[in-house]
């Protein structure tokens, strides 16, 4: 049994990193088609339409930023997010920010809670990048 702190933040870490990079038997079922020119731009409407039907309540990516307060702003916000999509859509680069996410480990309620295998992993994203994959 580990009992130091640096042994304990290692193992979880280990653990955490492992179960993060695990192949998903959904991981081979997406597909996209390719398209060869310029890419089309987002139109207002979309974003409007994906930020109505957002989930609400949920816990927050990195920047604490939450769907409420997307919403909250309205036509500003919903221009905001709309020239965000297409910025990433022309540059062909997403915000480093998105590359980043927190992982909190949650308990599955069996097996040995000291053991890190009882534990499942929730990524928390930002609620903006989620949007962008609706």
Do not use: F
Request: aromatic share 6%; proline share 4%.
């Amino acid at each position: 049994m580990i009992v130091d702190d640096k042994g304990i933040k290692d193992s979880w870490k280990e653990y955490m990193e492992k179960l993060m990079t695990e192949e998903n038997e959904l991981d081979h079922k997406i597909s996209a088609v390719v398209k060869e020119g310029p890419a089309d731009c987002i139109r207002i409407a979309e974003v409007r339409a994906v930020l109505k039907k957002m989930k609400k309540h949920k816990s927050p990516g990195l920047s604490g930023l939450v769907t409420e307060m997307i919403q909250a702003t309205g036509d500003t916000g919903t221009q905001w997010i709309l020239d965000l999509y297409n910025g990433i859509v022309k540059e062909g680069c997403i915000p480093e920010d998105w590359k980043s996410s927190m992982v909190l480990p949650i308990y599955k309620g069996k097996g040995d809670p000291m053991q890190c295998g009882s534990y499942r992993g929730i990524k928390l994203l930002e609620h903006a990048q989620n949007s962008a994959a609706d």
